[in-house]
């Protein structure tokens, strides 16, 4: 025989010969290190599975959860317990809970789901109602938010083939961008009394139950379990929309993955030349278990329903108001929305600039935002390069960044042709619609660890020594690319690290330089006080127990005193079409009361401001009081002594906004 034949056989003794090339010796070599270093990491791994605890207990995601903790704490003490209204309120409501209340929904609202305010309510049983205990409840969430960022991420590392030390690069880094947001999304996720933190761990287990569901279908799950699956992914989507219903955004990106997934599967059977019918009944099947989230979801939703069966399904009909009627002009309306969301909106939640910033604070900025957009773009192009150039590198890309690139599509869509976000055409520092667009920050954390690992591991496996054949069993790279000489090695990991770490560094040094006073501030009242301290202090002085105030003004004061001060807006009863009366029991009090005193926002050092003159005119006696609120801004505290004042039977006494009213030509029209 040929001495080239890798078989032989020995005339004389009878034994075959396993005759070897020479040229596949390097490659075997090769293959039989790396043998000993996957059963090196397979022993590993299977000492970590015997001993769960001691996987669990050197995971990074402890590092990530203390950062997120830290990053959390130090924000919520620079801000010296700052909250507005809403915040406040649902304080109280937490409160009246624990005195036998049982609501739904948050005061005056039928959307806004009272999960949050209970959870206030059980630690308040324990440490007492305050400030603090607001914070660690949706300080608590976020930890939350940072363990699922880091699920997620592990799930798309697996489903992406990647090497270990890739994966860990990818989880790391999406749990740490969730752990350090950009401020102006730190901000929402802490603040209370609009469910956005519970809504935003909500959307991302919704992703994970799609994300499984699908690949358990790859993996000839049973149908039993494809049932549960979809049960799961049921009661989510019932309980989210209970709890807010902006999960809209990951039950139609969850749909449209599910949906293409199993067009996607049915399409390569049908190429494989399988007949139409046979390609398209399994994925049929599997989406027909879908009945299975029907009754599931009815459950989550369980509270909307008993709310709903009492208030003419008022719940209901709101679900199905936020679209709005299409016409020419709601086009033109959306049209409006998306270049705002363009220009001021989507740069705000990826950058994490606030509505009023420092021009220090914008300088930070910029440099954060365009390494954001480069994150997002970088994942982009490569997953629409995937479809056309089906590279190992970009097939991963896609397969990390595909479902975080679709809920971020849904997170705009959404957000441009919903009627709530309308209210961003008044302004972009003016604010009263960008939380909405807040979702995209939860697929930021993918987008980074994308660019940042893919192209780590273009530098890792063009590292010095590196040969052809282990070039071969690492396609990430092309075939033909040289290894990189050891500067040029070090450089480029160095400098790949150190820019993820001064993009962190960046994002925490915002932290510090916001503004603490102005941090938590309502966008509907950028001019209450930071400190309610001395005005409280002052009434209860006075003996003050009820109170006329506009309402973001009203229920810190509420909530500080544990409602040992009653404070209302009257604004709700003059005007019940431009202000939602929260509760109506306290409006009624102080409606009630003998001489309330009356608090509204003056000008710094007007020392006889409009409510003064007014006052003056009716012959009316009284004490008065300055305390500073903003720059700028004072609180006027008037309490009447020779008779009562009501603004609800004296009309030149609608004076109860969050501005200041010099005369009655600011006061605002209300046709």
Known sequence: MDERDTLASSATTGELVLRIPADAMSTISTASTASRTDTSVSTDAERAERKPWYALFRSPLWLCLLAGLLIRIWLSVRTHGTLDGDEALLGIQAEHILHGERPIYFYGLNYFGSLEAYIV???????????????????????????????????????????????????????????????????????????????????????????????????????????????????VVGFGMWIYPLVTVAISAAALWIVVDSLVAAIRRWRASTPLMQAIWPSLKELLLAVAAIPACVLGFTPGIIYGASHQWANIRYLFSLGGGWTVQRAITVSRVASRYGACVAPRVISGATPVESPLLTVIHSPLLLLGVGAIFFSLIAIVCSFRWPHPALVRARRLAFLPAVFGVCSAVLFCTSSASTSILLGCRNDLGGRYASPLVMALPFFFATAFTLISMYVTERAPGRTAASVAVTPSIPRTAKPLSKRRYAVALIGLFALLIVYFGGQTATYGLTNADEAFQSAYCTIAPANYGPIIAYLEQQHVQYVWATNLLAYPISFETNNRIIVADPLAV????????????????????????????????????????LLDQQHVTYNAAFFPSQPGVDVLAVTPLNQNVSPLTTPSLDIFYCQIINSQSDIPSHS
């Open 121 to 235: 309510a059980g630690v308040s049983a324990v440490f007492g109602p305050s400030v603090a205990v607001l914070r660690a409840v949706t300080t608590a969430f976020g930890l939350v938010l940072i363990a699922l960022t880091w699920w997620f991420a592990s799930l798309l590392a697996q489903a992406a083939h990647l090497p270990l030390y890739a994966r860990k690069r990818f989880t790391v880094c999406a749990a740490l961008v969730a752990a350090i947001p950009p401020v102006y999304d730190g901000i929402i996720e802490l603040r209370t009394g609009g469910g956005w933190i519970e809504s935003f761990c909500i959307m991302l287990l919704l992703l994970i139950l799609a994300f499984r569901l699908t690949t358990r279908w790859h993996e000839g799950a049973s149908t039993g379990e494809l049932a549960l699956r979809w049960a799961g992914i049921g009661f």
């Open 574 to 613: 003059i005007h019940p079409r431009d202000a939602i009366n929260r509760i109506p029991s306290y409006t009624d009090a102080v409606a009630q009361a003998d001489r309330p005193t009356l608090l509204v926002f003056v000008k710094h050092g007007d020392a006889h401001p409009y409510l003064l003159q």
